[in-house]
């Protein structure tokens, strides 16, 4: 029984392959002029490696205040040969949180999983980066230690460059299908 099951799976399987391979090679043109308008369509690739190579600017200590108006500090540093920026944030509040958030290249990839308060460790991708503006986006990928999709998480980071001295970050915790923008304004400490 079990014999016959893994035969018929595997022509399932083998059959599902040739069909794929006999569809892609009759592809009509006008199914490949959809699919160029769609990569036409879409934002360029990210340079991953000039993205990582603005992040590593901020290597040092800066101080600031949140969109609250709390005291708040980040340093960051340069570890693992310099593959890796490691950023630990803390604030001067009555809870005195202190987070980390490690960013590196995964080959055409930015990512960063942050340590959060929450106990969780949200992924997130790079998406954008401009240099002119000096805006860099980050959007959740996915999590470590995340009940759900509802539970509260972050998912969304941005960094404005302003100049080679200040900074702003903004930090999107997402719980319930809501959204709360945290902003951080920064300035490199000497």
Known sequence: MNKTRNRI????????????????????????TQVSAARAAAPATLDAAQAFEK??????????????????QAIYELTSGDSALLERTSESGPEHTTMVTV????GP???????????NQPRMRAVSYSPESGTLVFEFLDATNL???????????VYHFIDADHVT????????????????YYTRQR
């Open 103 to 106: 960013f590196h290249v995964d």
């Open 55 to 72: 992040l590593k600017t901020l290597a040092g200590r800066w101080e600031g205040t949140n969109s609250e108006g709390i005291k708040v």
């Open 169 to 184: 970050a903004q930090w999107t915790w997402r719980q319930g299908g809501n959204e709360v923008t945290h902003e951080m």
């Open 109 to 119: 990839r930015l990512l960063l999983t942050h340590y959060c308060a929450a106990k």
């Open 9 to 32: 799976l595997l022509l399932l399987f083998y059959g599902g392959v040739l069909l794929a391979t006999a569809a892609a090679q009759t592809t009509k043109p006008e199914a490949t």
């Open 147 to 157: 009940a759900s999709s509802d539970a509260g998480h972050m998912h969304r980071a």
